[in-house]
């Protein structure tokens, strides 16, 4: 069996190396001339962090990110709301990890050369679109450089292409643009001090004005490099540009929102304003499909289940979807029946994840202590019950649809010779 992957992210990437691990051959194309660490952090949830552990990848993501410690809600204040531990300080056998995205790329395509080849990867590669029968699926492929054509013949197709997947658009050609909620997001990354535990996520805010996101993705030293992403809810509905993850933002424009946020523990417009490159995105996502792919073609990651960055679940669920789709292929008697096993397995827990996103309590919550105390708290327990701050345990729960003892439990995902 041969599957070609369209897209060299998180989830192609690590759908090569899941089917060379289940010995399966696998190739990647993409449209970028040159894959390079781009972007900024993202968290993989410990079952992510499980995946690519048993794909080898344990010890460079240790030695790449940051274990998160625990996950932290404040007000706009600065004043704590609800906390919890993550990771295996909250039950589970592996770590979560904060990462920037460029560098777990990078882990990504390091592996699958030394593993697959250097010729594994094909850049500069346009999927222009398919054909398949009942025996092959035919890829039509344009060089970037040369304009040349050709036709690659393969078992599977897979399309990891991200928010304006190609094979997406071909699959559900009537499909409407990504949606927008009204929220305009900035992100960045800078050189600062730890903060709080050193390993802390810190949420502060709510997402019907104005929050903050801001946690360290590797150490430097006795300094981190801080991760921060910025979202302000829009009032006037005015358009923010294409969706594309490198557009590039202004410290003008984020700036006001956050002027006087000054905690204890964090000097935010001092952060913001010591970042060298802001980057600007609409958060925008796409209704759950009805079915993800036909015979041997399917959708992976974003271009399968694109959701708003709520819970760390994009990343996270990319290499949960590769792994199933190896487990899944690897087991079945033809490529077809093995990408619909993946489907079944996959596309109604992701479409759920999706929606969820779509409405978080948690951020329901954190909305009400904004009403209840505007000028601040001195204790929580004045502005919320208990019950309205289990909520926001229970919305990530939601959010992961995996706890800790059912993750640690569960059998490996790689096929033994037994499997295939």
Not at 65 to 83: C, N
Not at 282 to 310: F, K, N, Q
Not at 399 to 411: E, G, Q
Request: glycine share 10%; charged share 25%.
């Amino acid at each position: 069996m041969r599957v070609l992957i369209a897209g060299a992210g998180i989830g192609g990437l690590t759908t090569a190396l899941s089917l060379h691990a289940a010995g399966i051959e696998a190739a990647v194309v993409d449209a970028a001339t040159e894959l390079r660490p781009l972007g900024v952090g993202i968290n993989l949830l410990p079952h992510a962090v499980r995946e690519l552990t048993e794909l080898g990848l344990g010890d460079a993501l240790a030695a790449t990110g940051v274990a998160t410690g625990e996950m932290v809600h404040f007000d706009r204040h600065g004043g704590r709301i609800w906390g919890e531990p993550r990771g295996r300080a909250l039950g589970y056998d592996w770590p979560q990890y904060s990462v920037h995205r460029g560098e777990l790329q990078m882990i990504l395509l390091t592996a699958v050369r030394d593993r697959l080849g250097a010729d594994a990867v094909r850049t500069g590669t346009l999927c222009e679109g398919f054909e398949q029968d009942g025996a092959a699926v035919r890829v039509r492929l344009r060089d970037r450089v040369s304009g040349a054509v050709e036709i690659v013949t393969a078992d599977a197709l897979v399309g990891a292409d991200g928010l304006h997947s190609t094979i997406r658009r071909a699959l559900h050609p009537d499909e409407p643009a990504p949606l927008w909620n009204g929220i305009r997001m900035w992100r960045g990354t800078v050189e600062g001090e730890p903060f709080l535990t050193g390993r802390t996520m810190a949420v502060a805010g709510s997402n019907t004005a104005a929050k903050l996101v801001v946690y360290p993705i590797a150490e430097r030293g006795d300094k981190v490099l801080l991760n921060w992403v910025a979202e302000v809810k829009l009032t006037d509905g005015r358009p923010v540009g294409p969706a594309d993850w490198s557009r590039a933002g202004r410290l003008a424009d984020v700036l006001p929102h956050f002027a006087d946020w000054r905690f204890d523990w964090l000097d935010v417009p001092a952060m913001l304003a010591a970042t060298d490159e802001i980057l600007e995105y609409p958060m925008v996502d796409r209704d759950p499909l009805p079915s993800w792919g036909e015979g041997r073609v399917t959708l992976l990651g974003d271009a399968a289940h694109p959701m708003y960055p709520i819970g760390s679940n994009g990343g996270s669920q990319a290499v949960i979807d590769a792994r199933v789709l190896a487990w899944e292929l690897a087991r079945a008697a033809d490529p077809a029946a093995g990408l619909a096993a993946y489907e079944a397995a996959r596309r109604e827990t992701v479409n759920a994840i999706v929606l969820a996103c779509r409405d978080m309590p948690a951020d329901r919550v954190l909305h009400t202590v904004g009403e209840r105390a505007p000028g601040g708290f001195d204790r929580v327990e004045d502005v919320l019950t208990s019950e309205e701050l289990a909520t926001i345990t229970g919305a990530y729960r939601q959010t992961s649809f995996s706890d800790a003892a059912a993750l640690n439990a569960r059998p490996s995902l790689t096929p033994t010779l037994a499997d295939r």
